[in-house]
């Protein structure tokens, strides 16, 4: 399927979950709620990912079990795309699993529909969430009340292929990189791959996800989203950042859209066509499984002419939640603080679902290379995660999902970068309210 084909059911699935409405919302459990161990309960529970995440969620609802051997845990996963699809039609009918995995991009739109159950009245007993800091339960807070707990975090990172660079003679990338050094070897890459078969690029379109357009105002020291949700920058902010690329697109210098879209959900990176990857610095156990290689190096994203430091914020990798339709929710609760606090599940996932959001679990991760990398480079960048990951309003999925299916039109040449932009806005306008 498409980036774009996906992008329109995203944003279709999105108007269902629009006629949610606010019912639905549980009413506040008293602070000394409490749930037996022996008490019989079955609750639905469902993720994103691919069999191997599903094979290590076996591992630890089996944990799960042998505290709670009388709750039955229904199980359900699917693809990132058709994940959010499922959920906005059972929203749309208040008829959500009783455990979510939530998204940060997804949290304030489900949230805002009063689809979640706030989870602070079962702190004291079922969810005490112990080791777990207070400044990362806040990215799952909204408007006070605890809707999301988060499993762990990560920070927006440059992955590399040392394979690839290798073989091609070229030397890492570093930290300390301006965008115009990364254009140049985006083009050395491309030079030196021109003969292999298949060829291989230095990278795809680095303006072509959201998430690098929030590290960029980020740098500049500037607001994403207002408090009230409707955008902080302007279109002319989105122009800048495209146009920031523009004569390696001209130039044909990134990884071929047709190429991308023939392999996607995959692109460049994961084929082992590409030498570099931006993403969050959990994915690089997609990064090293997908391409065939543990030899994947990470750095911090380039800075621009004159900065000096990276301005980084950690970001709940994915959270879990509790829908507000369920009627066990002292067994889902029960659930979530297992699967946050366990070191248990925390040695059965490593770092593949971010960094484990308590010492406790770091310390029992038996790291596999994927893991060292991840920790290793949160570690080198502790000093450079000095401010807070955005809180990005209802809306926010559409808006994501959007951005991808413009910039694809925007390789192809369909539209211009002040087309992107009205067309961006226009729909922000929709979906945000701005």
């Not at 929030?214 to 989203?225: A, E, G």
């Not at 130039?251 to 071929?256: D, M, V």
């Not at 990398?373 to 401010?387: C, F, G, Q, R």
Request: with cysteine.
């Amino acid at each position: 399927m498409s980036r774009r084909i996906a992008a329109s059911l995203a944003i279709a699935a999105a108007a269902a979950l629009a006629l949610a409405g606010c019912g639905g919302g549980g009413a506040a459990k008293p602070a000394d709620v409490t749930f037996d161990k022996d008490t019989k309960a079955e609750i639905s529970f469902s993720w994103w990912g691919n069999d191997d995440r599903a094979a290590r969620f076996e591992q630890a609802i089996a944990g799960f079990n042998k505290e709670y051997p009388n709750v039955k845990v229904v199980r359900n996963f699917n693809a990132w795309g058709d994940y959010w699809t499922a959920r906005n039609t059972e929203a749309a009918g208040h008829a959500l699993p009783d455990v979510v995995m939530m998204d940060a991009g997804y949290l304030g739109e489900y949230a805002s529909k009063g689809l979640l159950l706030d989870l602070t009245p079962y702190r004291e007993n079922l969810l005490p969430l112990k080791g777990v800091a207070d400044n990362v339960l806040g990215s799952g807070t909204v408007d006070g009340k605890l809707e999301s707990v988060p499993l762990g975090t990560n920070a927006w990172s440059m992955m590399y292929n040392k394979d690839i660079l290798d073989k091609l003679g070229i030397a890492y990338p570093t930290g300390d990189m301006t965008w115009d050094q990364l254009d140049a070897f985006i083009k050395k890459v491309d030079a030196a791959g021109a003969s292999s078969d298949p060829k291989i690029y230095g990278a795809e379109d680095y303006t072509g996800g959201f998430p690098n357009f929030i590290y960029h105002l980020m740098q500049q020291k500037n607001p994403v989203f207002k408090k009230d949700g409707t955008p902080a920058f302007s279109k002319k902010d989105v122009i800048s950042f495209l146009d920031s690329a523009a004569s390696l697109r001209k130039a044909g210098a990134f990884y071929p859209i047709d190429r991308s879209i023939a392999l996607s959900p995959s692109g460049g990176f994961l084929a082992g066509e590409s030498a570099l990857w931006f993403n969050f610095s959990t994915t690089v156990l997609q990064g090293m499984t997908d391409a065939g290689t543990e030899n994947i190096g990470m750095v911090t994203p380039p800075l621009a002419d004159g900065e000096k430091t990276h301005i980084l914020a950690p970001k709940p990798s994915m959270l879990l939640s509790v829908s507000a339709n369920s009627k066990q929710p002292e067994a889902a609760a029960a659930l979530v603080d297992y699967l946050v606090t366990s070191p248990d599940v925390a040695k059965i996932f490593g770092t593949s679902l971010g960094t484990p959001a308590t010492q406790a679990g770091r310390d029992a991760i038996d790291q596999q290379p994927a893991d060292t990398v991840n920790l290793d480079y949160l570690d080198s960048i502790s000093k450079e995660l000095t401010a807070s990951y955005p809180i990005l309003p209802s809306g926010y999925g559409t808006i994501e999902a959007k951005w991808g299916d413009l910039h694809e039109q925007l390789q192809y040449g369909q539209i211009t970068s002040k087309q992107f932009a009205d067309e961006l806005f226009s729909e922000m306008s929709l979906a945000l309210g701005s």
